[in-house]
Structures are given as C-alpha cells and as structure tokens.
C-alpha cells in the first residue's frame, strides 16, 4: 500500500525566501511521485512529477523536487518566493495502479 | 483545446436527494478518474476508467456513490440518498492513458444540507 504524508498544513514565508514544502511517502514499490498546486477557486495543476529518472525534478515556476529514496522524501523547493506562489499544495504518489494517493496538503502563505 | 469540465460547479442539496455529477474529459482521454476533496483534508480516490476494461470502484465509499461513464468521453457521479458528510469538492481528471499525468477539472462543490 502506498501513502503520502505531508509535514507541516501550513507553511508561511517572505517574498523572496526559500520555500521549503515537506512530503514522505511510503510505498512497496518503486513510486511516481507528483507535486500538484490548487489556487483558490481552482482545480489542480501539476507541478512537477518523478518517474524514476533523474532524482531532481524540475518543474513549472522555478519549483523543483528531489526524489531521495533513503529517506523516502520528496520535499518541494523553490528558491525565492514569489506572492503568486500562494496556493495550496498537494504531495501524491502512485505505484503499480493508476489512481493517485494525495497527502492532505500545504497552504502556503507568501507574505510582502 | 479545452480542458476537463466539470458541471454544476455548485450543488446544494437537502439531505436525502440523489445527485448527479458531470465530467467533460480531455478530448482523446481514455482514462478518467473521481476524487473526492472533503474540507481541511487531501484528496480522495473513488473510481477509476479505462476505456472498455471494467472500471476500478475501490473508493467508492459506500453503494449509494456509482458512477458511469459512455465509451471515452463524459462520466456521471451519481450519489443516492445524499448524508451531510458527502458535503466535499468532487475532483474529475483524465488522462491519455494508464500511467499518464491526469488533468483536473475545477471541481463541483456539493453541500447536503
């Protein structure tokens, strides 16, 4: 069985600071991993996702993600934020089967 | 090319009514799958279909939730005899097929009052 456990449901950071989103899955099976964001009033969008290629995933608006498999992580980055990057973010793995196991996410507050 | 749609984007219902919900997939989408996203907690996985093999009801949380889906394209949710803790957003995706990235639509806020 898989699950995702997201450390910390809400995150505040300056403009301009690293921001810093922790995930850890468990899986028996060698995952897919994903980061999706959610905007007020809005469904997912895919962020970044890790199918067993290289371990640090770039992905879309300066986030990146690094797949370490001793630790079982998968914690999101991004170098500075910005005021748009305030959203919910989810964490989700899939393994073997095609439905998605989400963590209950991280609202992230950019603050000026 | 559009999106996944998703219809009404708001549904408020009184305690014991059937529901229906709809989903408009990704043209040429041969998966599509229902997550269900109560309030303060992560998503939910209720069903899932893949062109003509029999679709994975594993999330269904109990028999008054079904779900069809014609050929490749539109699905319907159907919630029987809806109880207040069915109040969540119903997430619809689909993707190219097995193992693809899904694509989300924005969701149908049902409140069972």
């Known amino acids: 069985a898989q699950s995702v456990t997201q450390l910390g449901s809400h995150v505040s950071v300056s403009e301009g600071a690293l921001v810093l989103l922790r995930c850890n899955y468990s899986s028996s099976v060698p995952p897919y991993l994903f980061w999706y964001v959610q905007y007020p009033n809005q469904g997912l969008q895919l962020l970044l996702k890790?199918?067993?290629?290289?371990?640090l995933v770039k992905g879309i608006n300066g986030f990146e993600a690094e797949f370490k498999k001793s630790e079982t992580s998968f914690h999101l980055t991004k170098p500075s934020a910005h005021m748009s990057d305030a959203a919910e973010y989810f964490c989700?793995?899939?393994?073997?089967?095609?439905?998605?196991?989400f963590g209950t996410g991280t609202r992230l507050q950019v603050f000026p | 090319g559009a999106g996944v749609s998703q219809s009404p984007s708001n549904k408020v219902t009184e305690k014991g009514k059937d529901v229906e919900l709809r989903c408009d997939p990704i043209?040429?989408?041969?998966?599509l799958y229902w997550y269900r996203q109560r309030l303060g907690q992560g998503l939910e996985f209720l069903i899932y279909?893949?062109?003509?093999?029999?679709?994975?009801k594993s999330g269904l949380p109990s028999d008054r939730f079904s779900a069809e889906r014609t050929g490749e394209s539109v699905s319907t949710l159907t919630i029987q005899r809806t109880q207040q803790e069915d109040s969540a957003v119903y997430l619809c995706?689909?993707?190219?097929?097995?193992?693809?990235?899904?694509?989300f639509g924005p969701g149908t806020r049902l409140l069972v009052l």
């Open positions: 995706a689909s993707s190219k097929g097995s193992q693809e990235t899904q694509y």
């Open positions: 279909f893949q062109g003509n093999s029999a679709p994975d």
């Open positions: 043209s040429g989408h041969t998966a």
């Open positions: 890790y199918t067993s290629a290289a371990t």
């Open positions: 989700a793995v899939s393994a073997n089967t095609d439905k998605l196991i």
